[in-house]
Nanobody, 116 residues
Framework: VQLQASGGGLVQPGGSLRLSCAASGIIFSINVMGWYRQAPGKQRELVATITSGGSTNYADSVKGRFTISRDNAKNTAYLQMNTLKPEDTAVYYC???????????WGQGTLVTVSS
């Protein structure tokens, strides 16, 4: 399984960005895709996840501002980020988890910088 993330960049506070994560390879139909982020000097943290059935989960810090979605036919997940804050600055990593026992796959990371 390979994950290709894209869509990061520099945005002003209050702005929006949309991240994409395309998965390729042998992917089980039941899986979870998600986004995690790691800010400088901090541990990687969960941002949002979405199951293949469409159930979502968000970190409290992004609820109401970020929306995760996916296109199962394209094995692609998206993260729409609105009302961005400087504290959202981080490298964002996409993740896919599938199988029993479950196994995690990671994308290469895409940098999001929120600054004026």
């Amino acid at each position: 399984v390979q994950l290709q993330a894209s869509g990061g960049g520099l945005v002003q506070p209050g702005g929006s960005l949309r991240l994409s994560c395309a998965a390729s390879g042998i992917i089980f139909s039941i899986n979870v895709m998600g986004w995690y982020r790691q800010a400088p000097g901090k541990q990687r943290e969960l941002v949002a996840t979405i199951t293949s059935g469409g159930s979502t989960n968000y970190a409290d810090s992004v609820k109401g501002r970020f929306t995760i979605s996916r296109d199962n036919a394209k094995n692609t997940a998206y993260l729409q980020m609105n009302t961005l804050k400087p504290e959202d600055t981080a490298v964002y990593y996409c993740n896919l988890r599938h199988g029993r026992p479950s196994r995690d796959y990671w994308g290469q990371g895409t940098l999001v910088t929120v600054s004026s």
